[in-house]
């Protein structure tokens, strides 16, 4: 097969095929290790959470609504001032499927219908724009960090809305448009986001 005898690079001397392969796995896992020195592992090493960080980008901030939605898709999601969601800003990481802690809630969905994020943590699921009844959850358990120091990489001033169980950014003079009718109203706790 031609690697019957390799040189061995440190000898110069011929090594068996085991030899050889065993070196090859061990440098692929010194890659491997390297590899993990993604901004998905300092992540991890900050939330003080073992192994790799389950992530999802493509989370946007909707300029016309305010609300967190999901850009990864061809169509952009139903936006409760109408139309589609407008991506503007940030592209959020945002965790996933890992460990609910002290400054970090989990129950945090995915609606099939608006693409916008929403807190799937009461009997009720709030109010969908796409319906006006309420959001459908698909995919992930997102984990979102707050009332944690912001950063160059962490937005602050990302809150639930207690009217229609949405994320949106409380950032500003006005706080966007609710599917429930008028602006969001915040609740509860301040969601510091992490952004790449």
């Avoid at 390799?6 to 061990?26: I, M, N, Y």
């Avoid at 993604?38 to 980008?57: F, K, M, W, Y």
């Avoid at 001032?81 to 989990?106: C, D, K, M």
């Avoid at 699921?125 to 009332?147: E, I, K, W």
């Amino acid at each position: 097969m031609g690697f019957a005898n390799v040189p061995d690079a440190e000898s110069g001397l011929l090594s068996s095929r085991r030899t050889f392969l065993g070196r090859a796995a061990g440098a692929l896992g010194v890659v491997a290790t390297v590899g993990l020195a993604t901004p998905s592992a300092a992540r991890a090493a900050e939330t003080g959470s073992e192994g790799v960080l389950a992530e999802q980008d493509r989370w946007r901030f909707c300029q016309k609504c305010f609300v967190m939605f999901y850009w990864g898709y061809p169509a952009d999601g139903v936006c409760p001032a109408g139309g589609a969601h407008s991506a503007q800003g940030y592209n959020f990481v945002l965790p996933y499927n890992v460990p609910e802690t002290p400054t970090a809630q989990r129950n945090w969905r995915f609606c099939e219908r608006c693409y916008s994020m929403f807190w799937y943590g009461y009997p009720t699921n709030g109010r969908c724009a796409a319906t006006g009844s309420g959001h459908v959850m698909q995919g992930y358990d997102f984990v979102l960090p707050h009332d944690i120091s912001e950063t160059s990489t962490r937005q602050r001033n990302w809150r639930f809305c207690q009217k229609c169980f949405v994320m949106f950014y409380w950032g500003y003079p006005t706080d966007g448009v609710c599917p429930s009718g008028g602006a969001h109203s915040a609740q509860g706790y301040n969601f510091v986001l992490p952004h790449v």
